[in-house]
C-alpha cells in the first residue's frame, strides 16, 4: 500500500487537495477527525488534557471547548508543546491502527491528512510527503472566514506554526494554494502519476 502524508499551515487548503486525492480514488484518513472523536466523553485523551489545562476548557456539557483551548495553545509555545505532546499519542496509536487494517484489506492508496504530521513524526508512516502551502494573507482570510475569528487571532495561529521553509525542506512535493480549487486536479494527479498512485 502506498502512504502519502498530506500536510500544511492552517489555511493553505489542505482540505481541499484531499477532497481531489478521494476523488482520484484514495482512501483518507483524517487525523482532525480522528481527533475529535478520541475526545467524545468518556475520553481519556481529554482527561489528560484537563489534567495539563484545568477543567476550564470544558464546555458545561462536558466536552472540549476549542476555542478555550486554542486561546491558551497559540499565544504560548510551551503551552502548544504540551497539547501536541498530548494529543499525538492517541491520535496516532489510533491512525496507525487504521493503516495496519487498511493493509489487510488490499487498499492500494491511503493519504494521512494530517496538519501536525511533522510534530506527531507521523512522515515515518508515509512513502511520500505533500505539503500545501499559500500566501499567509489569503491564509488568515481563510482561517477567519472558516472559524470565524478575527484577522489578530488567525495570525496567531499562523505563527504559531511551522515555517513555509520547514515545509519546504521536508516534503517530497509542494502544491502551492493560491488560486480556485480546480487548479488544484492536474497538480494532483501530475504527482500521482509521478509516485505511482494513479487508482482511476
Known amino acids: 500500500m502506498l502512504v502519502i502524508g498530506l500536510t500544511g499551515p492552517s489555511g493553505a487548503g489542505k482540505s481541499e487537495v484531499s477532497r481531489v486525492l478521494k476523488d482520484c480514488g484514495a482512501t483518507i484518513i483524517d487525523a482532525d477527525a480522528v481527533y475529535h472523536a478520541l475526545l467524545i466523553p468518556p475520553s481519556p485523551c481529554l482527561d489528560a488534557l484537563c489534567e495539563t489545562f484545568g477543567t476550564d476548557i470544558l464546555s ?11 486561546s491558551i495553545v497559540f499565544s504560548d509555545p510551551n503551552a502548544l508543546h504540551n497539547l501536541n505532546t498530548i494529543t499525538h499519542r492517541y491520535v496516532m496509536e489510533d491512525v496507525r491502527q487504521r493503516l495496519a487494517e487498511l493493509r489487510k484489506v488490499n487498499t ?18 508515509c512513502d511520500t510527503v505533500i505539503s500545501v502551502l499559500a500566501d499567509k494573507q489569503l491564509r488568515a482570510d481563510r482561517i477567519m472566514t472558516r472559524d470565524g475569528i478575527d484577522r489578530e487571532s488567525a495570525m496567531r495561529r499562523i505563527n504559531a506554526q511551522m515555517s513555509d521553509d ?7 512535493y509542494i502544491i502551492e494554494n493560491n488560486g480556485a480549487c480546480e487548479d488544484l486536479i492536474p497538480t494532483v494527479r501530475r504527482i500521482l502519476c509521478e509516485i505511482g498512485g494513479v487508482t482511476d
Open 60 to 70: 458545561p456539557t462536558g466536552n472540549l471547548d476549542r476555542r478555550k483551548l486554542g
Open 108 to 125: 492500494r492508496l491511503a493519504v494521512l491528512d494530517a496538519p501536525q504530521l511533522f510534530e506527531a513524526g507521523a512522515e515515518r508512516d
Open 166 to 172: 520547514y515545509f519546504r525542506t521536508h516534503s517530497d
